[in-house]
């Protein structure tokens, strides 16, 4: 089945600093979405985007699915940032099926 | 639309005893999923289902059983709960069809088997 690698796993960011998520996954798919987890462990879904680029507000979003990864970037970062953010894909012909990255722990300090 | 509706929120259960987990969707989509997730692990694939009537197996189904009678509800259900069934359960729903679609989650289901 198709792999999802997400790094870095953890990082520690100032508020007010940037960052770059990244993940890869081994096989085409039709399907890639970023989620954030927060504390209370809500899932929020970030984007949909198998492939090209969005933005929303301070995050946007990139993906190559000829080379097979996709990059989140958070600008300006807050606290309210924080948590989990999990990359996952659906192969072709897999119907609803997302396999997920183990996720990107961000912990933004003030 | 209340998009997808998970309850319980939280369950405590002792070994051995049974309960189904209920998920219930507004959207009219056609794709459901239950996944599991464990502590600093992202989440598994349990069991999901294509449409009404129609379910398959996931990465860890053992221990789980589901069905699909309706469009809207995809309830699971944990026959005889053991402790390595401590999770947070989420069920997932997603439009369907030939190409790609965006899957939404409900709130999570906390479970402690004890």
């Known amino acids: 089945g198709i792999q999802v690698e997400q790094s870095p796993p953890d990082l520690i960011l100032q508020e007010g600093a940037n960052s770059t998520l990244r993940c890869n996954f081994s096989?085409?798919?039709?399907?890639l979405q970023w989620f954030h987890q927060n504390p209370w462990g809500q899932l929020i879904n970030l984007f949909y985007i198998p492939s090209g680029t969005k933005q929303n507000g301070r995050l946007s979003a990139t993906t190559v699915a000829t080379e097979r990864y996709s990059l989140l970037y958070i600008s300006s970062s807050q606290t309210t940032d924080s948590g989990v953010y999990f990359c996952a894909v659906v192969g072709y012909n897999q119907g609803g099926k997302l396999i997920f990255g183990q996720g990107t722990e961000l912990s933004v300090k003030p | 639309n209340a998009g997808v509706t998970q309850t319980p929120k939280f369950q405590v259960l002792k070994t051995g005893q049974s309960m189904t987990l209920q998920c219930a969707q507004d959207m009219n989509h056609e794709y459901m999923s239950w996944y599991r997730q464990d502590p600093g692990m992202g989440l598994r694939l349990i069991h999901y289902s294509v449409g009404a009537g129609i379910t398959d197996q996931g990465e860890v189904p053992n221990g789980y059983n589901v069905s699909r009678s309706t469009t809207e509800d995809f309830p699971l259900r944990l026959l005889s709960a053991a402790p390595s069934q401590t999770s947070v359960y989420f069920c997932?729903?997603?439009?369907?069809?030939?190409?790609?679609?965006?899957?939404?989650f409900g709130q999570g289901t906390r479970l402690t088997v004890v």
């Open positions: 096989d085409s798919v039709n399907n």
């Open positions: 997932a729903s997603t439009l369907g069809g030939g190409l790609g679609t965006e899957a939404f």
